[in-house]
């Protein structure tokens, strides 16, 4: 029965978005306003219909209904309470009802805001969002169905992946599907925008927090899968340029571009052809992403022609670029911008030539991670593009990008001067150069570590000194410390809050440099007893113990970590046996430091317990990473927060 109530509910719900869709044209082509009521009934529908979807799909689960296929194939009787409910989004099926049901929250929450403010650009907004749902319903409908029966019944489930029964599978799809969806918002209004011929200011003006919002869910979401990665997968680092990861890079690093770029249109009314396709390619890209991620692409350019999904994401992938292009074709002589580039030298060719390498670096992802699959398809050979080529071409880009990133914000408008170029960054720039010096003396000989150690010291002094500057402005207008201190938060909350999240960067930057160049690792194999060394910690092999847990078999090894005279720690590495894998899964055992971490793996062992083979490392400043996503979380929250200055 949950399968038939799941399987109408997807079918009614996609009717009810193409209707609504429709319904939304012809209620603002006729002037008919019941025609627009309807199509925002179907929005709410649309809602209740994917979250009955959602209760159905969960009670499957927790019931362990097997006969639905997807709760057989992503489930077994073993599988802990919290991972029946997480094993909703572990896969396709499930991970498309995830996509459809944000976007429908994006969708009712855009009803309510706007259906009163924005008479003329709300009822395309609403049309185009509920296309955009009415093509997700259409897969959950044919290419992958959730609610598929499966028969014969089989007496237990495969089981979830065990590599996601883990506490970052909570949070990491949320996240990551959150930013995703919600960069629907603004494409939907810049088609609106172009529809109706207001390409102003207008629909950034109102977009701003929901593309903020996105961003801030999209990086959270990246830095939610490198801590996933870092302590489930066993390999101790936290990027590998995997396609998966890439799929959600690229949407970022446009997503990046085009809200540094908005700034110059506010300002100066330029670059709106520019914005308009920036956000076009940031709505295309998260399609990719999921394309790519969930057609089967990636495990082999023939696995695409098993199922019908990828042909689905394509078509819509074309047919949604194809009609956002043609708009913005149709209305360029509506897009010429009303200012001009005045110098080289000035705040809008610093933000353009970021956007510039925002997209070089877009462009090297996109080409590392399809060029596997076009060599496969072409010629019948699977290349790979490893970490080398990404780090060989986007290394230089990311570090110009932190030279940008503390020279835009400080730079003058329309055409900068010796002294404002001396008043701004001469200081910044000769603590840099102390910085790097500083770290050569202490032994620091790679080139790239020191030279993005500078630009974050250079970066940080920029942001320091404009925002002294600010507040001794106000401390001279009458302002106490305090008044002057917080106060110049909330009331210029978005600039500020965009110095915080550059703040937020800055500290990953320096994780990411400090992990590079310390990290050190040695791999042994201990006879009980013995103990291994690496920078000034010792770990001692104690022994095995084996247990079976609820849908695997455990090998735990117990070793004894000391740090010179400190006292002691036990670690429990370990490696899961499952019944639906072939290999064994390792468990990481770890201690977090404020500057270095250590990291063991339990790999081969003898069966009788007496030997056992580890890999023991020593990351340093990868904590960096996870307090600068606190930093960025804080500056994203300020940047969202209503405008507070007083209009001039």
């Given at each position: 029965?949950?399968?038939?109530?799941?399987?109408?509910?997807?079918?009614?719900?996609?009717?009810?978005?193409?209707?609504?869709?429709?319904?939304?044209?012809?209620?603002?082509?006729?002037?008919?306003?019941?025609?627009?009521?309807?199509?925002?009934?179907?929005?709410?529908?649309?809602?209740?219909?994917?979250?009955?979807?959602?209760?159905?799909?969960?009670?499957?689960?927790?019931?362990?209904?097997?006969?639905?296929?997807?709760?057989?194939?992503?489930?077994?009787?073993?599988?802990?309470?919290?991972?029946?409910?997480?094993?909703?989004?572990?896969?396709?099926?499930?991970?498309?009802?995830?996509?459809?049901?944000?976007?429908?929250?994006?969708?009712?929450?855009?009803?309510?805001?706007?259906?009163?403010?924005?008479?003329?650009?709300?009822?395309?907004?609403?049309?185009?969002?509920l296309?955009?749902?009415?093509?997700?319903?259409?897969?959950?409908?044919?290419?992958?169905p959730?609610?598929?029966?499966?028969?014969?019944?089989?007496?237990?489930?495969?089981?979830?992946?065990?590599?996601?029964?883990?506490?970052?599978?909570?949070?990491?799809?949320?996240?990551?599907?959150?930013?995703?969806?919600?960069?629907?918002?603004?494409?939907?209004?810049?088609?609106?925008?172009?529809?109706?011929?207001?390409?102003?200011?207008?629909?950034?003006?109102?977009?701003?927090?929901?593309?903020?919002?996105?961003?801030?869910?999209?990086?959270?979401?990246?830095?939610?899968?490198?801590?996933?990665?870092?302590?489930?997968?066993?390999?101790?680092?936290?990027?590998?340029?995997?396609?998966?990861?890439?799929?959600?890079?690229?949407?970022?690093?446009?997503?990046?571009?085009?809200?540094?770029?908005?700034?110059?249109?506010?300002?100066?009314?330029?670059?709106?052809?520019?914005?308009?396709?920036?956000?076009?390619?940031?709505?295309?890209?998260?399609?990719?992403?999921?394309?790519?991620?969930?057609?089967?692409?990636?495990?082999?350019?023939?696995?695409?022609?098993?199922?019908?999904?990828?042909?689905f994401?394509?078509?819509?992938?074309?047919?949604?670029?194809l009609?956002?292009?043609?708009?913005?074709?149709?209305?360029?002589?509506?897009?010429?911008?009303?200012?001009?580039?005045?110098?080289?030298?000035?705040?809008?060719?610093?933000?353009?030539?970021?956007?510039?390498?925002?997209?070089?670096?877009?462009?090297?992802?996109?080409?590392?991670?399809?060029?596997?699959?076009l060599?496969?398809?072409?010629?019948?050979?699977?290349?790979?593009?490893?970490?080398?080529?990404?780090?060989?071409?986007?290394?230089?880009?990311?570090?110009?990008?932190?030279?940008?990133?503390?020279?835009?914000?400080?730079i003058?408008?329309?055409?900068?001067?010796?002294?404002n170029?001396?008043?701004?960054?001469?200081?910044?720039?000769?603590a840099?150069?102390?910085?790097?010096?500083?770290?050569?003396?202490?032994?620091?000989?790679?080139?790239?570590?020191?030279?993005?150690?500078?630009?974050?010291?250079?970066?940080?002094?920029?942001?320091?000194?404009?925002?002294?500057?600010a507040?001794?402005?106000?401390?001279?207008?009458?302002?106490?410390?305090g008044?002057?201190?917080?106060?110049?938060?909330?009331?210029?909350?978005?600039r500020?809050?965009?110095?915080?999240v550059?703040?937020?960067?800055?500290?990953?930057?320096?994780?990411?440099?400090?992990?590079?160049?310390?990290?050190?690792?040695?791999?042994?194999?201990?006879?009980?007893?013995?103990?291994?060394?690496?920078?000034?910690?010792?770990?001692?092999?104690?022994?095995?113990?084996?247990?079976?847990?609820?849908?695997?078999?455990?090998?735990?090894?117990?070793?004894?970590?000391?740090?010179?005279?400190?006292?002691?720690?036990?670690l429990?590495?370990?490696?899961?046996?499952?019944?639906?894998?072939?290999?064994?899964?390792?468990?990481?055992?770890?201690?977090?430091?404020?500057?270095?971490?250590?990291?063991?793996?339990?790999?081969?062992?003898?069966?009788?317990?007496?030997?056992?083979?580890?890999k023991?490392?020593?990351?340093?400043?990868?904590?960096?990473?996870?307090i600068?996503?606190?930093?960025?979380?804080?500056?994203?929250?300020?940047?969202?927060?209503?405008?507070?200055?007083?209009p001039?």
């Amino acid at each position: 029965m949950i399968a038939e109530l799941g399987y109408a509910a997807t079918v009614v719900g996609f009717v009810l978005a193409l209707y609504g869709a429709i319904a939304g044209v012809i209620g603002v082509r006729t002037g008919r306003a019941d025609w627009l009521r309807t199509g925002e009934r179907a929005a709410v529908g649309i809602w209740i219909l994917i979250t009955a979807c959602i209760a159905l799909m969960l009670y499957a689960f927790l019931t362990f209904d097997f006969s639905v296929r997807y709760v057989a194939m992503n489930t077994n009787r073993g599988t802990p309470f919290y991972y029946r409910i997480t094993a909703l989004w572990g896969a396709l099926e499930g991970s498309i009802v995830l996509w459809a049901w944000m976007l429908s929250i994006y969708t009712l929450i855009v009803v309510v805001r706007y259906r009163r403010r924005q008479p003329e650009l709300y009822p395309w907004v609403l049309s185009v969002m509920l296309g955009i749902l009415a093509f997700f319903l259409l897969v959950m409908s044919i290419p992958a169905p959730p609610f598929q029966r499966l028969s014969p019944i089989p007496p237990d489930g495969r089981g979830l992946n065990p590599l996601l029964e883990d506490s970052g599978m909570i949070t990491h799809p949320v996240a990551l599907y959150l930013g995703f969806t919600g960069f629907s918002v603004p494409f939907a209004f810049a088609m609106a925008a172009l529809i109706v011929g207001r390409t102003g200011d207008e629909w950034i003006t109102i977009t701003r927090r929901w593309t903020i919002v996105a961003w801030y869910f999209l990086s959270l979401g990246l830095l939610i899968g490198g801590w996933w990665s870092y302590h489930v997968l066993g390999w101790g680092g936290y990027w590998a340029w995997d396609p998966v990861e890439n799929a959600a890079f690229m949407p970022w690093l446009t997503g990046t571009a085009f809200l540094h770029s908005v700034m110059i249109q506010e300002r100066r009314r330029m670059l709106k052809l520019w914005n308009l396709t920036l956000i076009i390619l940031t709505f295309g890209l998260t399609l990719f992403g999921t394309f790519l991620t969930r057609s089967g692409i990636i495990g082999s350019v023939h696995s695409f022609t098993q199922g019908s999904i990828g042909v689905f994401f394509l078509a819509f992938l074309a047919l949604a670029l194809l009609g956002a292009f043609s708009l913005l074709a149709w209305r360029t002589d509506h897009l010429r911008g009303q200012g001009e580039l005045d110098s080289a030298i000035s705040r809008e060719s610093i933000f353009l030539l970021n956007n510039l390498f925002l997209l070089a670096a877009t462009f090297t992802v996109f080409f590392g991670t399809v060029f596997p699959l076009l060599s496969e398809a072409a010629r019948g050979v699977k290349v790979s593009v490893g970490a080398p080529f990404f780090n060989l071409v986007n290394i230089p880009i990311f570090l110009a990008l932190l030279f940008l990133m503390g020279v835009g914000p400080l730079i003058a408008w329309r055409r900068a001067s010796a002294e404002n170029l001396k008043r701004n960054f001469l200081k910044p720039v000769l603590a840099g150069i102390v910085a790097a010096a500083v770290l050569r003396l202490f032994g620091v000989g790679n080139v790239l570590v020191l030279t993005a150690m500078a630009l974050v010291v250079f970066v940080a002094g920029t942001i320091t000194l404009d925002y002294v500057r600010a507040v001794r402005a106000r401390r001279r207008s009458g302002d106490g410390w305090g008044a002057a201190t917080w106060g110049l938060l909330l009331r210029q909350n978005r600039r500020y809050g965009g110095f915080v999240v550059h703040l937020g960067i800055l500290v990953i930057a320096l994780g990411v440099a400090g992990s590079q160049a310390w990290s050190v690792q040695t791999e042994t194999t201990l006879e009980k007893g013995q103990s291994v060394e690496l920078a000034g910690y010792r770990v001692r092999f104690d022994g095995l113990s084996a247990a079976e847990e609820s849908n695997h078999f455990k090998v735990t090894g117990a070793f004894t970590m000391t740090a010179g005279r400190s006292s002691s720690a036990e670690l429990r590495p370990a490696r899961k046996f499952y019944p639906q894998e072939q290999t064994p899964i390792a468990a990481v055992d770890y201690r977090l430091g404020w500057v270095e971490d250590v990291y063991l793996v339990l790999g081969d062992f003898a069966r009788d317990g007496s030997q056992a083979t580890v890999k023991l490392q020593v990351n340093r400043l990868v904590s960096w990473l996870w307090i600068g996503g606190l930093v960025l979380t804080l500056g994203a929250a300020l940047a969202i927060l209503p405008d507070h200055r007083k209009p001039a």
